[in-house]
C-alpha cells in the first residue's frame, strides 16, 4: 500500500521517454516490413528512459481474454489512480470510425477475430502516447496491449512495467458476457445485457453476475460490437489462447503478474480487486479527501 501510494505521489515525464522510444521502434519495425527481424532491438539510449517506480506514475498492464472485463476494471483503476486508460481496442475502434487509410483493411481483421498486426498496433499506440503527453499525462493502465510475445518485447525494450494484471473467468461466462455486451452510440459506455448464472462443476465454483443495464436515456441508443457474434468471439478466444497466452507467461517468469479470479459481478469483484492491489483503503481516503 504505502509503497503504491508513494508512486502515486510522485510526477513523472517517462511517458514523453515511453512515446519516443515506442515511436522510433514503430518506425524501425515499418521499415523492416520488408525483411521481418526475428527480434527487434534498442540501442543503449532507451535504457535511460527508466526510472525508479518511486519517481513515476503506475505503468500497469491488464491481460485477459476477450470479454473478461480489462476495460471496466482497468477504466475503474484509473479514475481511483489519476493515470490514462489506453485500451488498444479503442483505438482500432477509434481508426475504424474515422475512415482512415487503415479502415478497410482493419475492419475485415477485426470482424473476422484476428489480431491486428504489430506495427499498426505500436504505430496507433504511439499517436495516443503523442497526445497524451501533450496534455501532461503521465503513467498508464495499458488494456489489451502487449497481446503478442512481439509487443511484450518491444514494451520491455522501452520502459518498466510495474504490474501485471491477469484477470480470469471461465470460458462459457467469457462467451456470454461478449453476446451480451452493448455499447451506447451517443456517450460510448458499456453495458451488459446478459444475465449469468452457471452452476459450479468440476471444482470451479458457481458464479452470478447482474445484467449491468444502461440508463433509460441511452436505451434506444444501444448498439452491438460488429465482432461481438458467437463465431467471431470462439475465434477471438482462440486467437488469444495462441497468441497472448504466452504473453501471460512472458510477465510471470519476470514476477511481475498478479493472477486474479474474478468472483463474480463487479459488485463482489471491484472490493476484491482492490484489496488484491493492496488498494482498499486508497478508495476511502480518496473519497474522504474529496
Ligand atoms: P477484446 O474484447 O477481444 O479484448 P479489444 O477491444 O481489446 O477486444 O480489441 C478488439 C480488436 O482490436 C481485437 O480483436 C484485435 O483485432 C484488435 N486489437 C486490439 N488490441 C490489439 C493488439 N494489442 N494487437 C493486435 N490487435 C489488437
Known amino acids: ?105 482493419l475492419t475485415e481483421i477485426v470482424n473476422q477475430g484476428k489480431l491486428v498486426s504489430d506495427e499498426i498496433i505500436i504505430s496507433l499506440l504511439s499517436k495516443r502516447l503523442e497526445v497524451g503527453e501533450t496534455k501532461g499525462e503521465s503513467g498508464f493502465i495499458l488494456d489489451g496491449f502487449p497481446r503478442t510475445i512481439r509487443q511484450a518485447e518491444i514494451l520491455e525494450g522501452v520502459t518498466d512495467i510495474d504490474l501485471v494484471v491477469n484477470l480470469k473467468l471461465r470460458e462459457d461466462v467469457l462467451l456470454e458476457k461478449c453476446l451480451g455486451r452493448r455499447i451506447c452510440s451517443e456517450c460510448g459506455k458499456n453495458f451488459n445485457v446478459a444475465s449469468i448464472n ?10 452470478s453476475m447482474a445484467p449491468l443495464l444502461p440508463p433509460s436515456h441511452c436505451m434506444s441508443k444501444l448498439i452491438t460490437r460488429s465482432d461481438d457474434t458467437e463465431t467471431v468471439v470462439t475465434e477471438r478466444l482462440r486467437i488469444y489462447n495462441e497468441k497472448s497466452q504466452p504473453v501471460e507467461e512472458f510477465y510471470r517468469s519476470r514476477g511481475k503478474i ?5 468472483p463474480g459481478g463487479i459488485p463482489v469483484s471491484w472490493p476484491k480487486l482492490l484489496e488484491a492491489l493492496n488498494l482498499d483503503d486508497y478508495e476511502e481516503k480518496q473519497s474522504a479527501a474529496a
Not at 473478461?68 to 476494471?73: E, I, Q, R, S
Request: with cysteine.
Open 198 to 207: 452457471v452452476k459450479g462443476e468440476n471444482g470451479n465454483p458457481g458464479m
Open 1 to 105: 500500500m504505502a509503497a503504491t501510494l508513494t508512486r502515486l505521489s510522485k510526477p513523472s515525464s517517462s511517458l514523453s521517454h515511453f512515446r519516443r522510444f515506442i515511436s522510433s521502434s514503430s518506425a524501425a519495425i515499418a521499415s523492416e516490413t520488408t525483411n521481418p527481424p526475428s527480434s527487434l532491438t534498442f540501442n543503449n539510449t532507451t535504457t535511460l528512459s527508466r526510472k525508479d517506480p518511486k519517481d513515476r506514475n503506475v505503468q500497469w498492464v491488464f491481460l485477459g481474454c476477450p470479454g473478461v472485463g480489462k476495460g471496466t476494471y482497468a477504466s475503474r483503476l484509473s479514475s481511483l489512480l489519476g493515470v490514462p486508460h489506453i485500451a488498444t481496442g479503442d483505438l482500432v475502434r477509434e481508426e475504424l470510425a474515422s475512415s482512415g487509410p487503415l479502415s478497410h483493411q
Open 258 to 262: 498478479l493472477e486474479f479470479d474474478l
